[in-house]
């Protein structure tokens, strides 16, 4: 019961629609009605501006990162921490407090590999950033990031055990369905990508031209 317990907690936590909160509360708007149209980061950033959109990258980062703390908070070793992590990327995509519309999963999934993984965090989090560098597209790089991590997942504990120490296949395989599951939540942003008419951010190899 305590484990059914704190994976509701884990999903509420994702559930906290903090895009939407942050833009009614100090700057009286529902970012959904903006832009792409959709209550994450990225959208957030469009809207809201940049202060706005750091604190809402951080807090759905965090969600991530303390739903996947819950059984070490709670003294919890008969489940995989990765469990919690996924309920609070489910509760990020298909919010309760938000009619059940989310955000894409990229922060909250960023946040998962922090509370269980704090060093291929990192990793990923460079990898992520190499390839915004290079595509100066947020939507690109978050689906060639989460793809090149999946496959990181396989063969990172043979030539970097201190990033990743053993091969751990349930992280594999909720990588794998998370990477699926971004390529759909991004489904908009590939036509857009194949027309180039795909916002870009002002840096990188690829930034607008002024």
């Known amino acids: 019961m305590k484990i059914i317990i704190l994976l509701v907690i884990a999903y509420l936590l994702g559930s906290i629609p903090s895009g939407v909160w942050i833009g009614k509360l ?6 959904r009605q903006f832009g792409s149209g959709n209550s994450g980061t990225t959208n957030t950033f469009r809207v809201l501006g940049k202060k706005a959109g750091i604190i809402v990258l951080l807090m759905d980062i965090l969600k991530g990162t303390l739903a996947t703390s819950l059984p070490v908070i709670f003294h919890i070793t008969t489940i995989n921490p990765l469990w919690f992590g996924v309920c609070a990327i ?17 922060a ?11 060093l291929f965090f990192i ?4 990898l992520f950033l190499i390839c915004l560098f290079i595509t ?19 063969f990172i504990p043979y ?8 091969q751990d296949w349930l992280l594999t395989i909720i990588a794998i ?3 699926t599951f971004i390529f759909y939540r991004h489904k908009d942003n590939i036509k857009r990508i194949k027309n180039g008419t795909e916002n870009k951010v002002p840096f990188g190899l690829n930034k607008p031209k002024k």
Request: hydrophobic share 50%.
């Open 26 to 31: 100090f700057f009286k708007k529902d970012i």
């Open 90 to 106: 489910l509760g990020h995509t298909f919010p309760i407090f938000a009619g059940f519309k989310g955000g894409k999963a990229v």
């Open 108 to 118: 909250t999934s960023a946040g998962m590999l922090l509370g269980y993984q704090p």
């Open 123 to 126: 990793y990923s989090t460079v």
């Open 136 to 154: 100066s597209m947020v939507s690109l790089a978050s689906m060639i990031a989460a793809v090149l991590i999946t496959l990181s997942t396989f």
């Open 159 to 166: 030539i970097a055990p201190m990033i990743l120490e053993k």
């Open 177 to 179: 369905c998370v990477t």
